[in-house]
């Protein structure tokens, strides 16, 4: 889904992956994209700035290219309020952390 968020897509993989699979969970804790999006907030609460920004530009450069190969109003606006909602959930719902507050929690962790 090149519009929606990726993170609960893979919240609710590892979920189904932990309840049907051990090797296939553990797999899918290995791999760059649970690392980069789920660990961060599973742990911390939140993404770093410089994800929500990856995430917008990339969200927003496959939402360009579906508005201008599909020009039809009714698609403009169906994109435009799933960009709007996208800034939303980066900018307010969506908790902003730091690397050092990640690896802060990271290292109390680890020391329990």
């Known amino acids: 889904m090149p519009v929606l ?11 189904l992956f932990a309840q049907s699979s051990p090797r296939l969970h553990s797999w899918l804790q290995s791999t760059k994209p649970y690392q980069t999006y789920v660990v961060p907030f599973k742990d911390a609460g939140g993404i770093t700035m410089g994800v929500k920004i990856r995430i917008l530009l990339i969200s927003y450069a496959v939402m360009g290219v579906s508005a201008f190969l599909v020009p039809r109003w ?10 709007i ?12 952390v730091t690397p050092e507050e990640i690896a802060l929690f990271r290292r109390q962790q680890e020391a329990d």
Request: hydrophobic share 65%.
């Open 85 to 96: 909602f996208l800034l939303y959930l980066m900018l307010i719902r969506i908790p902003t």
């Open 5 to 15: 968020p990726t993170t609960p897509f893979l919240l609710l993989s590892a979920f």
């Open 74 to 83: 009714y698609i403009w606006v169906v994109l435009g309020c799933v960009a």
